[in-house]
């Protein structure tokens, strides 16, 4: 065993740290329908997702955040409801 083995195991028992991508890969994806009022429907790959009264909020597959506000918003739909299993 070299040196750098023996840090390893001593600074983190042996587990590995997971890079970002590795746990945003983990984790279950949430395609999230958007209904706008001219008609066009659009979906996001979401991990995250936050809404309220005026805006919908989403951590999309790519790490990047989206905004949309919700008066131009028809509907929208999640494909994993926030009462179901996640498994997390």
Same mark, same amino acid.
């Given at each position: 065993?070299?040196?750098?083995? &023996? ?76 009462? &179901?299993?996640?498994?997390?």
């Amino acid at each position: 065993m070299n040196l750098n083995e &023996q840090f390893e195991q001593v600074n983190y028992g042996g587990d590995t740290i997971a890079t970002e991508e590795e746990v945003v890969a983990k984790e279950e994806t949430n395609i999230v329908t958007v209904r706008w009022f001219d008609g066009y429907k659009e979906d996001f790959e979401a991990t995250e997702v936050r809404f309220g009264n005026s805006y919908l909020w989403m951590r999309l597959k790519n790490g990047q955040n989206r905004h949309i506000p919700l008066p131009q918003v028809r509907w929208f739909a999640l494909s994993v409801e926030s009462h &179901q299993s996640t498994g997390f």
